[in-house]
């Protein structure tokens, strides 16, 4: 149902050494994409107009008692 790859494609997968330069691109870029997928949650209070700044939905959610999926649906 798939592709199977020849034993020399699969000893040539097994062997490949990455280079430091590509190791470190490689570390850093689930955390580039994590800072880039984030967008400040701003919640204003309507009983004292106190405005209050989250990182994240998650952030918000925790700080308010409430689930991320919450936060997200009221945004």
């Known amino acids: 149902m798939g592709y199977k790859h020849t034993p020399e494609s699969l000893d ?3 062997n490949f050494i990455l280079s430091d330069e590509v190791r470190e691109i490689k570390a850093l870029s689930p955390l580039k994409a ?7 949650i701003v919640i204003t209070d309507i009983k004292t107009n106190e405005v209050t700044s ?3 939905l998650t952030d918000a959610g925790k700080a308010l008692g409430v689930s991320r999926a919450a936060i997200s649906q009221a945004v």
């Open 34 to 40: 994590s800072a880039t997928n984030k967008h400040p």
């Open 54 to 56: 989250y990182d994240s």
């Open 12 to 14: 040539k997968m097994r």
